[in-house]
T-cell receptor
Framework: DQQVKQNSPSLSVQEGRISILNCDYTNSMFDYFLWYKKYPAEGPTFLISISSIKDKNEDGRFTVFLNKSAKHLSLHIVPSQPGDSAVYFCAASGNTDKLIFGTGTRLQVFP | SQTIHQWPATLVQPVGSPLSLECTVE??????LYWYRQAAGRGLQLLFYSVGIGQISSEVPQNLSASRPQDRQFILSSKKLLLSDSGFYLCAWSVGKTQYFGPGTRLLVL
């Protein structure tokens, strides 16, 4: 039973446009959500997080939106740059510090 | 600032051989420590986590074990590797809910 789902395995976006990565979860006890970026053969890098008491958190070009009623979060990257090409993982946690990860979405930003 | 180290970066081992992967964290005290595995084309699977010296929780029954002999040292071991142990192994630390990952070790069991 996958509690965190990223249903799009890949996404291709033109440089300068908006990238929107989506993530759905099933466990209503999750109260903290994170996005990580991963390049091949490297460890994931933390990007941005959001607590369930908020519905939006912004950091530079990255914005995370949380829709608790739909159990859905999304990561917006504006404007997209070629260096953003990577695999993006969403993750969630509840009343422990353990994270449950999605399977990732590969983002490709082309010129 | 905090840093996390893993070694080796790459390892090729025969089936049945032992394994020892090491992870150390600098710049923080009493972190939670985690071992993950990423199989090819898959997400991150939590293998072990530790909230303190000598305290290990196993998430998935398997051929691997973990130990935490010092506050900022986390070791992943196996007595006899299986082909299915191949993958990318990641160590992470946290103080709070955000986890920070090391560079990873790519293990190939032949």
């Amino acid at each position: 039973d996958q509690q965190v789902k990223q249903n799009s395995p890949s996404l291709s976006v033109q440089e300068g446009r908006i990238s929107i990565l989506n993530c759905d979860y099933t466990n209503s006890m999750f109260d903290y959500f994170l996005w990580y970026k991963k390049y091949p053969a490297e460890g994931p890098t933390f990007l941005i997080s959001i607590s369930s008491i908020k519905d939006k958190n912004e950091d530079g070009r990255f914005t995370v939106f949380l829709n608790k009623s739909a159990k859905h979060l999304s990561l917006h990257i504006v404007p997209s740059q070629p260096g953003d090409s990577a695999v993006y993982f969403c993750a969630a946690s509840g009343n422990t510090d353990k994270l449950i990860f999605g399977t990732g979405t590969r983002l490709q930003v082309f010129p | 600032s905090q840093t996390i180290h893993q070694w080796p970066a790459t390892l090729v081992q025969p089936v049945g051989s032992p394994l020892s992967l090491e992870c150390t964290v600098e710049g923080t005290s009493n972190p939670n420590l985690y071992w993950y595995r990423q199989a090819a084309g898959r997400g991150l699977q939590l293998l072990f986590y530790s909230v303190g010296i000598g305290q290990i929780s196993s998430e998935v029954p398997q051929n691997l074990s973990a130990s935490r002999p010092q506050d900022r040292q986390f070791i992943l071991s196996s007595k006899k590797l299986l082909l299915s142990d191949s993958g990318f192994y990641l160590c992470a630390w946290s103080v709070g809910k955000t986890q920070y990952f090391g560079p990873g070790t790519r293990l190939l069991v032949l």
